[in-house]
């Protein structure tokens, strides 16, 4: 056992109760009379992070919910690694669901229940465990740390974008610990290697300068409806596959060891089909259900309206319809590049005599892929083989986190994911909850991760 | 000149008094705080027959704004007809959209302006005062006449089937006068031959039991919006013609001489186009645009929805998705069949594994036709032409007015449009006028059109 590990065991008690009293704090961001809160959570934060040996932690005014931000920047020579989290969550209704009250944070059965203790404030909890530990026990830590936890997370994080680019010198590193981040289930490690971008835009077809009653004109003019459906027929192939010409043009081909450890991951097609009432899987031929989820871009209209749609009839015939189209993008695919693709797809394809426009929409987001043999990535996976006695999957998210991206633009640095949350802790509803084993080996495996850095 | 004209003209002060008396009194059918004007222009009416000479009018109770009903059966032998009309108006406002008072009746130029002079105060008013001339100057009418004036079509006349069909004997007649019609112009008489039928339906795509996220899911599960636009590009063929099986089946085919009186009505393509904001005109092929719109059958999607259709962004993938359909029907077809061919269409297109539904609406209508060589349509003709001097147009409209279809249904008669309202006279807008001259020539031509239904 190393000392580091000794001293977590000995000081479980504390800090367990530490942590509890974090929990404690309802930091909901979203909710104007939890501002307070907000601000008392980040204050707990300063003062811990002060208590943990980190001097001169502090916090930085976005306008909003503050930003906490500390540094230990002694080790010469050594990587610099920025942890990440947030300290804000969200909010706890419908609190009538909730065995015991989310913010009287509750241990049942190894299992701790309140708001936030999965979504993520066990998540800096550990890691600033972890550096007091190892300050404690080796006075220094093995390599530079920084800390940066943001308190909007929950609410989109609108202020992160310009407060990055703002304080690139302050947050300048090598690399970024996530920990915001899961584990696959108790016993198997994983790491998000890689994630989806996204682009999306309206799209409107108008075709008279007027709706038109559809006993009178219905047959000799045209309908905005049909032709909108017409359009959107016309995105994707019978096979599934997405029919805008260029669309795949710059997709980075899935390599066979990319392929290898997606097909590694355990995922049950049944169980799939069954938990979304889908009588079939679908999508483009030739990829599985996680390929296609997690490395293969996608077209989808969220949105489709026009004409009447209130209750009952109105014969009316529409002079225009709306659509909302949104892609998830892979590597090496640009967003303004794929905007502009559908832009002409459309003006092709729209019925003669109509005319189709669109507004592409801000926060455009490319796809994000952590290099497998990242120094970060590999200390991740030794840390987890370490662990849990078993090579962690490598795993991807068909979603897009846009402070990754952030990070990536403005600190040229890529997020290692690290975390310990896992899939069924019941995040952002009632009884949510995270496992004190769960805490206590996020603890170790921080140290454990700053110490494989600093010595690789 | 006939007596009767000479009583019209020797009255002409007197009926004009009356009519703008009647156009004084605010029915407005819609609004709770005019139901009793609407109930003292019944009275009104009631008052007005009697003393044109017609014995025992009386109101009839609906439980909503009551009927008028008068009789004449002095004529035994003789056909009977029926008059019907509405004495309620649409609302007045925008009031400062009026240079005058909407219930101040006021002539300039001509024309009187006042709220329900067009449609159709006039046309009621017309009638009685014909029956007034006939009575007062030969002692009897030429043939049996009733008088059916109801107080609630512009809200839709929601009792009206009910009502007929439980008043088949006071109603029965060989024919109906609908006194609320329209000439094609000033100098250019029209009969309204057909209107097509109508039957609508709600359409429902089912695809997952829930909303997902478009980044987690998207790629591998079925987006409803996309099988909905499949589906409605699905109803038509590129030419623009119906491709749902069997739905042209029951059509009768117009004859040359349907295509010849339909070719007969003057029609400005061009003006068509530019009051529309067409680029072209669309429709199927083989048809003109007038074919296309009185003479053959539609589908039309009047709404479409699903998904996310607020502002900005919200990436999901719809479970569902729906469309409103309505057609509009040609003679020999059936709304219930009709309804059936298009379950089966979309059963049969619906992608595999997600469910189609549908919901038909109430209120289907038969198409209506009524034929050239009927004794009331030859009647009509001989007095437009022997008053305008020309033949009239024979002319459909696209619409469906439920009430024709009733009578036809319940009482077995056809109705013979016999009214002198123009295009223009801005019918449900503000400074709705009715021209004094039509009002002349209708009292007129009521006079003739009895007389001859009498001769025939």
Known sequence: MTDCEKYLRENRQRLQQEFLGFLGIPSISALPQNQGDVRRAAEWLVRRLEAAGVAGARLLDTRAQPVIYAEWLQAPCKPTALIYGHYDVQPADPLDLWTTPPFQPTIRAGRIYARGASDMKSGIVQAVDAVEALLRTTGRLPINVKFFFEGQEEMGSPQAPAFVAANKELLACDLILNADSSQWGENEPALLVGLRGICAMECTVVSANTDMHSGLYGGAVPNANHILSELVASLHRPDGSVAVAGFYDDVAPLSRQERERIAAVPFDEEEFRRDLG???????????????????????????????????????????????????LVPNQDPAKILDLLDAHLAAHVSRGAKVTTRHEEGMVQAYLVPVDHPGTRAARDVLLEMYGKEPYYIRMGGSVPILDIFLRELGAYAIPFGFSLPDERVHAPDEFYRVASFERGQLAFCKILVRLGAG
Chains 1, 2 share one sequence.
Do not use: Q
Not at 281 to 288: K, T
């Open 278 to 328: 889908l009588a079939e899987a679908v999508g483009e031929p030739g990829y599985s259900t996680l390929e296609r989820e997690w490395a293969r871009p996608t077209l989808d209209v969220s949105g489709l309206w026009g004409g009447f749609i209130g209750e009952g009839i109105k014969t009316v015939i529409p002079k225009e319809a709306h659509a909302k189209l949104s892609c998830r």
